[in-house]
């Protein structure tokens, strides 16, 4: 068969996930936010279903990451858990238990020819340092965050070579304190800028103590994941255009930007001034992020972002809230995941790379996340128990022409990483919509291939497809 669509030399084809979404709470000492939501209202949650088992990675770690290397993968994105690794969050002092469990683990993974990229935050604050200290609102977590980081270069830099500091920064925005989808589902936009700030400002902290760390002197590389969803304007109308550049530079050029550049972007810090929303901020805090911009950066891209003028006017009696400035629009005719409500628009992947290639200093970069989560796939097993998940074939082949057409024009992008390997833990969505190539049987734990695993296996082998 002949490949039409070959990707660089070392292309990455591997798959993401996360500590939280995979290793069950087993012998964990502290309670993330979600572990600790669901305790307290298991019903938020899809069917009820928690973190407390998610996909038993904990003690399965084995078997798991051999099927990983059976479907081919070359690298894989997990995370480490603040909750677990340290056991006083003040000092930084490790859990042994856990420190044994993460040496293991990463262990495997060399083991079996699998790059591992460690990423130091996935939605999972510890719930005591919210109680504590307002969590990211409070420069104090900032900073034990970053003694939380030193701590894993110290013990893991010697075999893990690339880090991430967060995944999906806007996410933990968005979700805490704006449209209330992550404890402690708080609805202040005030509150949420301040902490958009203070990401930028943890991430940098991080950066710059990795500079410092031996794994960075031994050409390791620090990057950050970022869930960008270019924003497409309804037409061509000044108010249009002006309400999804709103949207860019509040959604991904407020991360962006500080991240590769070292810089908020002027239009975004002139329209929260003049709102009197505007961060507080030193001088010493612009200058570290300045100073500790990303060595590469990490894209998720599911869904594009499009929005139309405000139709009503803001009431100015409500507290400010971005939505001030846009309405969601809902393009006719748009292809859509049903199960997930996301729509499916391959062409943004072509358009993210070539805004990186041109805007962003051309920094390397890869796609992080990509993936199409489905409800009810069992009715897709075949007589042979193999569950025929061809519209996942579809959705990343089609997401991977434009990705290639982009290399071709010259984008700087390293590597492609599916959501996900193993079905796992979906946040509040629970187990309602797969995303692996590999199923899990919530029951009984088994884990069967899908045809997309074996799909991927081949691309990962031929390079392309
Ligand atoms: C990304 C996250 O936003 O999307 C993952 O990094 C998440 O943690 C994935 O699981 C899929 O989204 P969802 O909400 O369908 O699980």
Redesign the pocket.
Same mark, same amino acid.
């Given at each position: 068969m002949s490949i039409k669509y070959k990707f660089p030399k070392n292309f990455w084809w591997g798959a993401?996930?996360?500590g939280p979404?995979t290793e069950g709470r087993f012998n964990k000492k502290h309670a993330n936010v979600f572990d600790h939501w669901f305790d307290i209202e298991k019903n938020a949650f899809f069917n009820g279903v928690g973190p407390n088992v998610a996909s038993n990675f904990y003690n399965s770690y084995k078997e798991d990451i051999k099927m990983m290397a059976d479907i081919g993968l070359n690298s894989i994105r997990t995370s480490i858990q603040w909750t677990r690794l340290i056991k006083d969050f003040e000092t930084a002092e490790v859990d042994t238990e856990a420190v044994a469990f993460y040496n293991q683990v990463i262990d495997e993974f060399l083991k079996n020819k699998i790059i591992p990229v460690m990423n130091l935050q996935?939605?999972d604050l510890p719930v005591e340092l919210y109680d504590k200290y307002g969590g990211w609102e409070s420069k104090h977590v900032l900073d034990l965050f970053v003694l939380f980081a030193e701590k894993c270069f110290a013990l893991f830099g010697d075999r893990v070579k690339h880090w991430i500091t967060f995944? %999906?920064p806007m *996410?933990i925005v968005e979700g805490q304190y704006l449209y209330k989808f992550h404890y402690p589902n708080i609805v202040d936009g005030k509150k949420a800028v301040q902490v958009l700030y203070n990401l930028n400002l943890a991430s940098a902290k991080v950066v710059a103590a990795f500079k410092q760390s031996k794994c960075a002197k031994q050409g390791g590389e620090i990057g950050v *994941?970022l869930?960008l969803t270019p924003s497409y304007p309804r037409s061509q109308a000044e108010d249009d255009i002006k309400a999804a550049a709103f949207v860019e530079d509040f959604f991904n050029k407020s991360f962006l930007d500080p991240v590769v550049k070292g810089e908020f972007t002027p239009s975004l810090v002139q329209t929260l001034r003049k709102d009197g929303v505007l961060w507080e901020s030193t001088a010493e805090e612009l200058a570290i992020i300045k100073n500790n911009t990303v060595d590469f950066l990490g894209v !998720?891209y /599911?869904q594009p972002r499009r929005a139309k003028s405000k139709g009503a006017v803001w009431d100015k009696t409500k507290s400010w809230m971005p939505d001030k400035y846009f309405d969601d629009y809902e393009l006719p005719n748009r292809r859509m995941n049903p199960y997930?409500g996301w729509e499916i628009y391959p062409q943004a992947m072509y358009d993210i790379a070539i805004n990186i290639r041109d805007n962003y200093n051309n920094i390397h970069w890869y796609i992080s %996340?990509n993936?199409m989560?489905v409800e009810g796939e069992e009715k897709y097993r075949n007589a042979d128990g193999l569950i025929e998940d061809v519209y996942r074939i579809d959705f990343y082949e089609e997401h991977l022409r434009y990705l290639y057409k982009a290399i071709q024009d010259g984008a700087n992008c390293f590597g492609f990483h599916a959501?996900?390997a193993i079905d796992?833990w979906?946040?509040? !969505?629970a187990y309602?919509?797969r /995303?692996g190539y590999i199923a899990v049987d919530l029951i009984t734990q088994i884990k069967t291939i899908k045809k997309s695993g074996y799909w991927i296996k081949n691309v990962a082998k031929e390079n392309g497809f």
């Open positions: 993401a996930t996360s979404q996935h939605f995944n %999906e *996410v *994941v869930n !998720n /599911y997930r %996340e993936g989560g959501w996900t796992c979906s946040w509040s !969505n309602k919509n /995303y």
